[in-house]
């Protein structure tokens, strides 16, 4: 069965830092590329980033400025996502997905994890 | 960037037919996914690549892509179907993931 487990959400004041983490089972991590996206409370999907199986090649939105950093693990079966320089309008539930195919579906999520920037 | 959009909102009576609407450019020549989200809870993909359903997906799920628009069809719809719905695709220009701004559904 496979499972998205995401870890690393919590409070932090506008200008700080987090990491959040997936932990992926189930399945060859190696061999798929990953997603972070995001719910802002009471709004909609906002795609995040994305990885290659490989960990060689990732793409950002736009909106981020270059502020986050996605990696991945491949040893450990985990994904990662570091976030800097914090703002109050990155407070979301950060999901952890899964490309299900080469036209980069998410066939899986994890249950997601909640980021608040408040001071 | 490539633009998403859907109707805020549809509502349908229970037992009949559903069609939420996902416009953008030419995008019947692209890969269009949909989703399911009911409150407090992470999406479902329901249908991929325009009209495939994944595995325990009920064949009430349908989906089409052509010109302008894609379409999300729920046949029979049933109170359980009453949740939030986004479609999402690959822009190959810009290599990003898109997603549509959602559609509320509501069973009446």
């Known amino acids: 069965e496979v499972q998205l487990v995401e870890s690393g959400g919590g409070l932090v004041k506008p200008g700080g830092s987090l990491r959040l983490s997936c932990a992926a089972s189930?399945?060859?991590?190696?061999?798929?590329?990953m997603n972070w996206v995001r719910q802002a409370p009471g709004k909609g999907l906002e795609w995040v980033s994305s990885?290659?199986?490989?960990?060689?090649?990732?793409f950002d939105a736009d909106s981020l400025k270059g502020r986050f950093t996605i990696s991945r693990d491949n040893a450990k079966n985990s994904l990662y996502l570091q976030m800097n320089s914090l703002r109050a309008e990155d407070t979301a539930v950060y999901y952890c997905t899964r490309e299900g195919s080469n036209w980069r579906e998410s066939d899986y999520w994890g249950q997601g994890t909640l980021v608040t920037v408040s001071s | 960037s490539y633009v998403l959009t859907q109707p805020p909102s549809v509502s349908v009576a229970p037992g009949k037919t559903a069609k939420i609407t996902c416009g953008g450019n030419n995008i019947g020549s692209k890969s269009v996914h949909w989703y399911q989200q009911k409150p407090g809870q992470a999406p479902v993909l329901v249908v991929h690549?325009?009209?495939d359903r994944p595995s325990g997906i009920p064949e009430r799920f349908s989906g089409s892509n052509s010109a302008n628009t894609a379409t999300l069809t729920i046949s029979r719809v049933e109170a359980g179907d009453e949740a939030d719905y986004y479609c999402q695709l690959w822009d190959t220009s810009s290599d990003h993931v898109v997603f549509g701004g959602g559609t509320k559904l509501t069973v009446l």
């Open positions: 189930g399945f060859s991590f190696s061999s798929y590329s």
């Open positions: 690549d325009d009209s």
């Open positions: 990885i290659n199986g490989g960990g060689g090649y990732t």
